[in-house]
């Protein structure tokens, strides 16, 4: 058995998430039903970097498959040909040792994209951005998303998941202004849970458009409790443009090490409290849906 490397790119407008559902259209069934064609065997199963929501696109997804030797040189020659075109295997290569596309990454970069200017709306890139109606504060923006950088329970900012820890490190929350006059949020974690980058975008508009004040952000997440007011903003926005992995003599490393389970904090503990314990069978602390 040899493992191949894909790196994947898809627009997410078209399909209900990265992860397999019955009835419905999704990135893994399209891209292992491709696969199995190529090979000309029963479609493999792919382990992913991070499972998008419906509608969130990448242009830096990262699978990895484990074939036979025969077929992991034909899958490096035609790569996955019948994809449809919402759908594009990048570059596929072979795996370094240790290499787990899911446990192995350091970091995931995810970019938002905002209109708040009628003339910097482009009809082409319509699905893609989001359309707001007030003028952005970009400065305000950036120092309300400030306090958030670190390791941090992020319960009041995600959807939870039964027997997965809510704690990550945010790396990078940062806003700007495009030449195009496109507001960009760029995020980047070691891992997001369920509908965190989302979540966040939303609080910094509330900021962005004057409808809370720099600190409330902040607030939110050192209340501990999830707030009805923070919106989690339209899936169309948001695209996974990176995974980040360490050198190949560290990544068996990372692995084991990303595959400890961080619990969720514990009463008397505090904000931004992680605690390694034993992971459980079922459920992962670094599962990365948005």
Known sequence: ?????????????????????????TVEDELSRALGRVLRRPAPRLVVAGRTDAGVSARGQVDHVDVEQAAGTALLRRRAAAL?????????????????????????????RVVDDPAAR?????????????PLDV?????????????????PYCRPRAGASTVRTLLRLG?????????????????????????????????GEGRRDEG????????????????????HGLVLEE?????????????????SYR??????????????VPRPVAGSGHEHDT
Not at 139 to 155: N, Q, T, V
Not at 243 to 259: F, G, I
């Open 84 to 112: 449809p075109a919402d759908v594009v295997v990048r570059g596929a290569r072979p795996a370094p040792p240790g290499f787990d596309a899911r446990f192995g990454a350091l970091r995931r970069r995810y970019a938002y």
């Open 243 to 259: 995974v980040v992995y360490p050198p190949d003599e560290e990544l068996a490393a990372q692995a084991v090490r990303a595959r």
């Open 1 to 25: 058995m040899v493992r191949v490397r894909l790196d994947v790119a898809y627009d997410g407008a078209g399909f209900a998430g990265w992860a397999a559902q019955p009835g419905l259209r």
């Open 216 to 235: 409330w952000p902040a607030r939110v997440l050192a209340a501990g409790v999830r707030d009805p007011a923070v919106a989690v903003v339209p899936a």
């Open 122 to 134: 482009d009809p082409l890139r319509r699905g893609e951005v989001l359309v707001v109606r007030r």
């Open 263 to 276: 619990g969720p904090v514990a009463p008397g503990e505090g904000a931004g409290t992680a605690r390694e």
């Open 139 to 155: 400065a305000a923006m950036a120092r309300a998303a400030s306090p958030l950088l670190g390791e941090h329970d992020w319960l």
């Open 175 to 207: 806003w700007s202004r495009a030449p195009d006059g496109v507001v960009v949020a760029d995020v980047e974690a070691d891992a997001f849970c369920h509908h965190m980058v989302r979540s966040l975008v939303g609080a910094c508009l509330a900021v």
